[in-house]
């Protein structure tokens, strides 16, 4: 298990336990965001890419919400997707959950729909963010281990010319 992975299971755990801890907090929490962050990780850490994608998600949930605030109805959740999707192609995002971030208006129960996409760009934005710590972190680790087998190895050649 690496460093990254463990740094965004950590942080998903925190984001579920905020959104249970505050109640106008509730849209914190989705199930698309577990799929961006196995995207996230499971991809080279390129900070363009991922600010795209967030970008593309939090725009997908403006588009998401103002459609079911003007009208909830499957025809405004079928354009709604049709959008989304070609703004994906379009704008080569190259991440499907966008277009999950797009639905939650039309299943999420919270009373506070205008906060949506504030949600979405804040938990994207702490993505990007403890990714970035996690690659720093898991950086200073690898140095660190490699300065101590160097050290390791010297020591054992030292022992051998030594006895030598």
């Known amino acids: 298990m690496n460093v990254k992975t463990v740094f965004i299971c950590l942080y998903l755990m925190f984001v579920y336990w905020l959104s249970l801890q505050v109640s106008f907090l509730d849209t914190l ?3 698309a965001l577990g799929a ?4 996230f990780v499971s991809r080279s850490f390129r900070i363009s890419e991922m600010s795209k994608i967030t970008l593309g998600a939090t725009v997908s949930s ?3 919400t103002l ?3 003007v009208y909830p109805s499957p025809i405004s959740l079928f354009v709604n997707v049709l959008l989304t999707i070609w703004m994906i192609n379009r704008f080569k995002w190259n991440a499907p959950p966008i277009v ?3 639905l939650i208006p039309f ?3 919270s009373s506070h729909h205008w906060f949506i996409p504030l949600s979405v760009c804040a938990v994207m934005l702490g993505v990007m963010f403890v990714l970035l710590i996690a690659e720093r ?3 200073k680790w690898s140095a660190l281990s490699s300065f101590l087998v160097r050290n390791k190895v010297a020591s054992d050649a030292e022992k051998l010319d030594i006895a030598g």
Do not use: K, N, Y
């Open 107 to 109: 299943f999420s129960q």
């Open 36 to 39: 961006f962050c196995f995207l």
């Open 137 to 139: 972190v898991e950086s």
């Open 29 to 31: 929490f989705f199930p």
């Open 67 to 69: 459609f079911f605030f």
């Open 62 to 64: 403006v588009i998401g």
């Open 100 to 102: 999950a971030v797009s």
